[in-house]
Nanobody, 125 residues
Framework: QVQLVESGGGLVQAGGSLRLSCAAS????????MGWFRQAPGKEREFVAA????????NYADSVKGRFTISRDNTKNTVYLRMNSLKPEDTAVYYC??????????????????WGQGTQVTVSS
């Protein structure tokens, strides 16, 4: 089992940057594929980015491709989401998620077993 704690959210102006962190408990972090999702008020939770166990394979939603970067440091049990060129439509609660999977990643929320509590990102225009 793994517990996830996100941090790094906040209020930023359009065009600005933030880096979210997700710290995981447990000694087997490197066995987990990790994902970032977001949920805006009145909308369903949507996929943002995912990374496989080693960090060598990543995937992004079209809406964030070229602006966001997902990475992980298995020595620190942490996954990151670097967000550049933020837009008001990026405003949402951002969640990290984990699933024990070697070799790939998932892009749908239902595939992930573990979730953090979320961190609010607000982008003002």
């Amino acid at each position: 089992q793994v517990q996830l704690v996100e941090s790094g959210g906040g209020l930023v102006q359009a065009g600005g940057s933030l880096r979210l962190s997700c710290a995981a408990s447990g000694r087997t972090f490197s066995r987990y594929a990790m994902g970032w999702f977001r949920q805006a008020p009145g909308k369903e939770r949507e996929f943002v980015a995912a990374v496989n166990w080693s960090g060598g394979i990543t995937n992004y939603a079209d809406s964030v491709k070229g602006r966001f970067t997902i990475s992980r440091d298995n020595t620190k049990n942490t996954v990151y989401l670097r967000m550049n060129s933020l837009k008001p439509e990026d405003t949402a609660v951002y969640y990290c998620a984990a699933d024990e999977l070697i070799g790939g990643y998932y892009t749908t929320p239902a595939e992930y077993d573990y979730w953090g509590q979320g961190t609010q990102v607000t982008v003002s225009s």
